[in-house]
């Protein structure tokens, strides 16, 4: 029987799991190797070890409705899009409402977790921390590893010729907090994920120039969306889940791509991605208009360096490069953990639901936050550890090896749907759907159907708005009072933060009858093909 659970890593994923194992009866206790929470989150000017680098400016790429946690709305005059401090402030916030600092043992670093001699039987685990030079080990009956996926940066020097020559600064984006030493310097930025870009589009108001080097193309979204509203509050909806996970796979693509070139075109700029694969976009408003000014310029993949040159794959080149800054992201890792725990498969996928390793004879550790959706990873984050302290009650039942392994299939088939590859790709999913799959499993997942029926006014919103972590607390084991009042009211605290100056409204013309006939045609289908 599950007791006592220790939860590595104080960052986002490690408070929702301190409190979804508090919610559940358990006892957590959380190892955390720096002197405060907020992981990623807690900006220093400093890199330190073990834990993930960001840069001074950097803001979320979700707003503030979609990304908050499900019984814990932001406030209202928060901006909609987060400087990463007033993240670090919600995550205080969040801490200090439900009481989880207490449970938190600071500056103690996880050296090593193993199975216990008899875990066939127990499933406990020994762990050793290290704390002030002290080291220590306990047993515990569970674990929740939330140490992100951002710490250990992919730098492959290696995998570009002649760059050993090169007599400039060479760096990666994990080494990067401002645009400070730059000023007249020509920079090349290998990599077009949202460090590369957020970092090129601040750097070229430095920088003599900016080269963005990319291979195959990235899509790119504004934070400014339909009706000047956050781009994912229109965006990710379960409506439009629903429409691009049951459309045929050419349809969904042909979808997104005119979605994505309504921005702008992304063909015109150079960027279109190549191919069929879908990658997940980034968010950044600025990358257009610099690279129309010419303080950005769009590249092809390197071929090579010299001592102060780059030569890149279409024969082009430029000299007296100053800087090249990787932005070559990041690869997982569990230093700590047994080695035999995790047999990683990147392609086929290792963890059951993305969370239980699946050769682990039981299913007492779990993995929180090891996803990329295109949307919020800490929400995702939030509803895995509800899951996963449920399945150490027994209250969720682990299915057979067989089933496991059929699971496990089902997911790399719809990733090759979705994505049009399954290859390196097991953390990819599809947010609403995956999302859906764990709160059915919790008994979470709203009834769209049954609300129609009884508070239609909920169930459009729920369905046609945005999806947002409330959902996923209106029923069901952790149901929260307000969780109804937060979907509501959620458009009011999107809009208070930018009635600085109130101005009459002439919007809102009242609806013919033509546009209410087609509305309540879409919803009697809707509620047709989500029951």
């Given at each position: 029987m599950v007791k006592n659970v220790a939860v590595i890593g104080a960052g986002i994923s490690g408070l929702v799991a301190i409190k979804s194992c508090l919610e559940e009866g358990l006892e957590p206790i959380c190892f955390e190797r720096s002197d405060d929470i907020g992981g990623l989150w807690r900006f220093s000017d400093n890199m330190e070890d073990g834990r993930a680098s960001i840069y001074k400016s950097l803001v979320t790429n979700v707003c503030k409705e979609i990304m908050c946690l499900s019984d814990f709305p932001m406030p209202e005059d928060f901006p909609n899009f987060l400087p990463h401090h007033k993240f670090f402030e919600y995550c205080r916030m969040y801490a200090e409402h439900f009481k989880l600092v207490k449970y938190i043992r600071f500056k103690t670093k996880v050296i090593n977790v193993q199975r216990k001699s008899d875990f066939s039987v127990t499933g406990q685990w020994v762990i050793e921390t290290n704390c002030d030079g002290k080291t220590e080990s306990a047993i515990f009956d569970a674990v929740m590893i939330c140490t992100g996926q951002h710490e250990q940066p992919v730098f492959p020097l290696d995998s570009f010729s002649g760059i050993k020559k090169f007599k400039g600064q060479i760096m990666h984006c994990r080494e990067y907090k401002r645009p400070v030493g730059f000023d007249g310097k020509q920079v090349l930025i290998v990599g077009m994920g949202n460090s590369g870009v957020d970092i090129a589009t601040e750097l070229c108001t430095k920088a003599a120039k900016v080269y963005l080097s990319t291979r195959s193309g990235v899509w790119v979204l504004r934070r400014l969306g339909e009706g000047g509203y956050p781009w994912d509050l229109h965006f990710i909806?379960?409506?439009?889940?629903w429409i691009r996970t049951t459309a045929p796979p050419s349809i969904a693509r042909w979808l997104l791509k005119k979605y994505m070139n309504e921005q702008f075109n992304h063909h015109f700029y150079g960027i279109q991605p190549e191919g069929i694969m879908w990658k997940e976009p980034l968010v950044n408003e600025e990358l257009p208009s610099r690279i129309l000014t010419g303080t950005?310029?769009?590249?092809?993949?390197?071929?090579?360096?010299?001592?102060?040159?780059?030569?890149?794959?279409?024969?082009?080149r430029v000299d007296n490069l100053d800087v090249v800054i990787f932005a070559t992201g990041y690869q997982f890792s569990f230093p700590f953990l047994e080695k035999s725990v995790i047999k990683v498969d990147d392609s086929k996928g290792f963890l059951y639901k993305k969370v239980i390793p699946v050769n682990l004879q039981k299913p007492t550790l779990a993995v929180i936050g090891l996803v990329l959706p295109i949307g919020p990873i800490m929400v995702l984050a939030e509803l895995q550890s509800r899951w996963a302290t449920r399945l150490f009650k027994g209250l969720i039942k682990m299915p057979t090896d067989k089933d496991k392994s059929q699971d496990l299939a089902r997911d790399e088939k719809l990733r090759r749907k979705w994505f049009a590859t399954a290859k390196d790709n097991s953390r990819r999913t599809e947010y609403t759907k995956y999302l859906d799959d764990l709160a059915s499993q919790i008994g979470a997942k709203p009834n769209i159907f049954k609300m129609f029926l009884t508070d239609p006014v909920l169930a459009t919103k729920v369905l046609f708005g945005p999806c947002n972590s409330y959902q996923y607390r209106l029923t069901g084991p952790g149901m929260w009072p307000g969780a109804r009042e937060a979907i509501i009211t959620q458009w009011k605290r999107i809009k208070k933060p930018l009635l600085t100056r109130v101005v009459e409204d002439d919007s809102h013309l009242p609806l013919t009858l033509h546009r209410w006939f087609i509305w309540f045609v879409v919803l009697l289908g809707a509620v047709w093909v989500m029951a």
């Amino acid at each position: 029987m599950v007791k006592n659970v220790a939860v590595i890593g104080a960052g986002i994923s490690g408070l929702v799991a301190i409190k979804s194992c508090l919610e559940e009866g358990l006892e957590p206790i959380c190892f955390e190797r720096s002197d405060d929470i907020g992981g990623l989150w807690r900006f220093s000017d400093n890199m330190e070890d073990g834990r993930a680098s960001i840069y001074k400016s950097l803001v979320t790429n979700v707003c503030k409705e979609i990304m908050c946690l499900s019984d814990f709305p932001m406030p209202e005059d928060f901006p909609n899009f987060l400087p990463h401090h007033k993240f670090f402030e919600y995550c205080r916030m969040y801490a200090e409402h439900f009481k989880l600092v207490k449970y938190i043992r600071f500056k103690t670093k996880v050296i090593n977790v193993q199975r216990k001699s008899d875990f066939s039987v127990t499933g406990q685990w020994v762990i050793e921390t290290n704390c002030d030079g002290k080291t220590e080990s306990a047993i515990f009956d569970a674990v929740m590893i939330c140490t992100g996926q951002h710490e250990q940066p992919v730098f492959p020097l290696d995998s570009f010729s002649g760059i050993k020559k090169f007599k400039g600064q060479i760096m990666h984006c994990r080494e990067y907090k401002r645009p400070v030493g730059f000023d007249g310097k020509q920079v090349l930025i290998v990599g077009m994920g949202n460090s590369g870009v957020d970092i090129a589009t601040e750097l070229c108001t430095k920088a003599a120039k900016v080269y963005l080097s990319t291979r195959s193309g990235v899509w790119v979204l504004r934070r400014l969306g339909e009706g000047g509203y956050p781009w994912d509050l229109h965006f990710i909806t379960r409506f439009k889940s629903w429409i691009r996970t049951t459309a045929p796979p050419s349809i969904a693509r042909w979808l997104l791509k005119k979605y994505m070139n309504e921005q702008f075109n992304h063909h015109f700029y150079g960027i279109q991605p190549e191919g069929i694969m879908w990658k997940e976009p980034l968010v950044n408003e600025e990358l257009p208009s610099r690279i129309l000014t010419g303080t950005i310029v769009i590249k092809p993949g390197v071929k090579e360096f010299t001592e102060t040159s780059v030569c890149f794959e279409d024969g082009t080149r430029v000299d007296n490069l100053d800087v090249v800054i990787f932005a070559t992201g990041y690869q997982f890792s569990f230093p700590f953990l047994e080695k035999s725990v995790i047999k990683v498969d990147d392609s086929k996928g290792f963890l059951y639901k993305k969370v239980i390793p699946v050769n682990l004879q039981k299913p007492t550790l779990a993995v929180i936050g090891l996803v990329l959706p295109i949307g919020p990873i800490m929400v995702l984050a939030e509803l895995q550890s509800r899951w996963a302290t449920r399945l150490f009650k027994g209250l969720i039942k682990m299915p057979t090896d067989k089933d496991k392994s059929q699971d496990l299939a089902r997911d790399e088939k719809l990733r090759r749907k979705w994505f049009a590859t399954a290859k390196d790709n097991s953390r990819r999913t599809e947010y609403t759907k995956y999302l859906d799959d764990l709160a059915s499993q919790i008994g979470a997942k709203p009834n769209i159907f049954k609300m129609f029926l009884t508070d239609p006014v909920l169930a459009t919103k729920v369905l046609f708005g945005p999806c947002n972590s409330y959902q996923y607390r209106l029923t069901g084991p952790g149901m929260w009072p307000g969780a109804r009042e937060a979907i509501i009211t959620q458009w009011k605290r999107i809009k208070k933060p930018l009635l600085t100056r109130v101005v009459e409204d002439d919007s809102h013309l009242p609806l013919t009858l033509h546009r209410w006939f087609i509305w309540f045609v879409v919803l009697l289908g809707a509620v047709w093909v989500m029951a």
